[in-house]
């Protein structure tokens, strides 16, 4: 494949990510009754005190420390994306809450036919079950477009509305791959990154970038540089920050161990992770079951239902890193589930259900 078609095929991937998807297949009535027998299917008792610590248990209960640290599982709304624009958030956050997540990241402000919602309200809603808003993924730029949403078009207004929603963190889904693929182009992203990180910070939020596999690739005019090394170099830590999404990063491993000329370029997300902990507020917990027939290496599954070894990393950078079990925090996701709902609640019960033990820890 050219690398224009790799940078289309990008651009059509990560620009779906910018705002919220609508249109579903079934009718409300229909994705209630569906949503309403899969939370009995799920016998989630009510939340008591400890919101989201004693969901899910039953499996591997009294063996060991749960790996997942209390209050710090969320959940990135892309992925709920069909049932927010046919029943509105109410509904989704109800199920949520009867899951036992305890926070959510936003993939826009809008609930499709479900009709309007101010930011107000969608941050009480947000309260009134129990969920931290603590997150946002905006696009990062349309140069064709004045009056694009992104942050290089309107980043005031794309402040103004996370401070409304009362976010910790904004952040972008895109690749920094405004300028091109080289060294020099990524340098410049950068520049626009450090600008977007300090704004924020002026109102009390960190700006985040969020990974897919082709952040780790090599640059066009140095083979020899990772992209994503240049963007770690370039960007100032104290202003931008990194969500990595595991299951990507997993596999950029896959397709990026190799420059082009064949030679070792080893590359392991969790090193990566525990090198420059302070710079990982966000991850995105999502799995994939290995599969090397594939261009990426692995083909996206349920949490839990995969081969990346969340016990591992999750236990490894909560127990390795400053404050681990405070800091980061934890987005279950899926770019296209099944059954969305279902998947939330599946994922919720298999991180839920980790304990620390013997076996390789």
Same mark, same amino acid.
């Given at each position: 494949?050219s690398?224009?078609s ?9 620009s779906?990510r ?5 249109a ?40 060991g420390?749960?790996?997942?640290p ?9 992925s ?88 910790k ?11 091109g ?9 950068a520049?626009?990154?450090n ?22 690739s ?8 990772r ?22 990063a ?9 420059? /082009?000329?064949g ?9 990566? /992770? ?9 991850f995105? /917990?999502?799995?994939? /079951? ?20 969340y ?33 939330a ?9 980790l304990r ?6």
């Amino acid at each position: 494949m050219s690398r224009t078609s790799k940078d289309t095929e990008l651009a059509r991937r990560l620009s779906r990510r910018n705002i919220l998807g609508v249109a579903a297949g079934a009718t409300a009535a229909t994705i209630i009754g569906t949503a309403t027998a899969q939370a009995a299917a799920a016998h989630a008792p009510a939340k008591g005190p400890g919101h989201g610590q004693d969901y899910g248990h039953g499996h591997g209960k009294g063996k060991g420390k749960p790996v997942l640290p209390p209050g710090r599982l969320g959940i990135q709304l892309y992925s709920l994306r069909d049932k927010i624009s046919t029943l509105g958030f109410a509904p989704v956050f109800a199920e949520l809450e009867k899951y036992g997540y305890d926070e959510i990241e936003l993939a826009g402000y809008t609930q499709g036919s479900a009709g309007p919602i101010t930011l107000a309200q969608l941050k009480r809603l947000a309260k009134d079950h129990g969920l931290n808003p603590i997150g946002s993924h905006v696009g990062y730029y349309d140069d064709n477009n004045p009056g694009a949403y992104t942050f290089a078009q309107n980043l005031e207004k794309v402040l103004d509305d996370a401070q409304a929603l009362g976010l910790k963190h904004i952040g972008t889904a895109s690749g920094p791959f405004r300028y091109g693929s080289t060294v020099d182009g990524w340098k410049r992203a950068a520049d626009d990154f450090n600008t977007y990180g300090a704004a924020a910070r002026k109102r009390g939020m960190k700006f985040y970038q969020h990974n897919h596999a082709e952040e780790f690739s090599f640059a066009t005019d140095k083979p020899n540089v990772r992209l994503y090394d240049v963007l770690l170099a370039e960007t100032d830590p104290d202003l931008v920050y990194l969500e990595m999404d595991i299951y990507w990063a997993y596999c950029a491993q896959f397709r990026f161990s190799k420059r /082009v000329d064949g030679t070792r370029a080893p590359l392991d997300p969790l090193k990566y /992770v525990l090198k420059y902990p302070n710079r990982y507020p966000l991850f995105h /917990v999502k799995d994939g /079951v290995r599969d090397e027939t594939t261009r990426d290496g692995y083909r996206m599954t349920d949490v839990g239902d995969g081969d990346i070894d969340y016990k591992t990393f999750l236990s490894k950078v909560t127990s390795r890193t400053h404050h681990g079990r405070t800091y980061h925090h934890w987005q279950a996701e899926h770019d296209n589930p099944v059954e969305s709902l279902a998947f939330a609640r599946k994922s919720s019960e298999h991180l839920h259900s980790l304990r620390t033990g013997r076996c390789g820890d």
